[in-house]
């Protein structure tokens, strides 16, 4: 199952959040929005090798104006800005192909930074006999700038879970996949250098680390969470 994102509004099945707190940031610069998108990059790239995200868009929202004068940034009113990133070049290119659109907008307006970078796309989930099945938001990143870098990691599936979100046992698609979403989300925090902030529990699953469980009763019974 895959819940939207706009599902009653409850979110993400589970999510990692990764936030570099090497350095206090100041976002009001090109060089900050770049170290953002790399951050991005760098993440997308291990779970497009896990299969996990096959990125093909970029949303930017939430923009800030620096005004040097005063030395000061200010939420600017601007629509959001959409990015399409080719198949063919996917997680690789999403640097490249963010920069150049805002490069394209800074000509007909000031330089503003989005604090908001969402990275969407499909993913692979492998089913009862391992055959692979694509599908969108089996993970997804929600990148910001507050006063650090961060990189949040997103599931909207519940592939990671030993019973379906209604309740169904699952077992061999919890063990095909939970392995998985595992070992992307170990690599990713060895390659940044971040322990990531863990919520213990989403409105769908008990979240232990990298692994998630089902939600249970004072009995141990599976409660089911969506349908």
């Known amino acids: 199952m895959i819940i939207d994102k706009k599902f009653g509004g409850a979110g993400a099945v589970a999510d990692w959040w990764f936030e570099d707190r090497s350095y206090q940031i100041f976002p009001n610069n090109h060089q900050e929005r770049h170290k953002l998108l790399e951050m991005s990059q760098s ?17 930017l929202s939430g923009w800030l104006y620096y005004d040097s004068s005063v030395g000061k940034s200010t939420r600017q ?4 800005v959409t990015i399409y990133i080719p198949n063919e070049i996917g997680s690789r290119g999403i640097v490249t192909c963010t920069e150049e659109r805002l490069e394209q ?11 908001d970078v969402d990275i969407l796309g499909v993913g ?7 055959h692979e099945c694509k599908q969108p938001d089996v993970t997804w990143l929600s990148a910001r700038t507050l006063d650090a870098h961060i990189v949040d990691v997103l ?7 030993p019973y379906t979100l209604s309740g169904k046992p699952q077992p061999e698609i ?19 250098g971040i322990i990531p902030s863990i919520n213990d529990r989403s409105d769908y699953a008990l979240i232990e680390g990298f692994y998630l469980s089902n939600h249970v009763d004072a009995d141990g ?3 089911p969470t969506a349908y």
């Open 43 to 59: 993440v997308a790239e291990i779970l497009e090798k896990h299969k996990l995200l096959f990125p093909n868009k970029v949303i």
């Open 77 to 80: 009113d601007h629509p959001d």
């Open 105 to 115: 907008l800074e000509k007909q307006r000031p330089f503003l930074y989005p604090i």
């Open 124 to 130: 692979i989930l492998l089913d009862e006999q391992r």
């Open 155 to 161: 599931t909207q599936s519940d592939a990671w879970l």
């Open 174 to 192: 919890y063990r095909y996949n939970a392995p998985r979403l595992e070992s992307a989300l170990q690599e990713i925090q060895e390659r940044l």
């Open 221 to 223: 019974e599976i409660i």
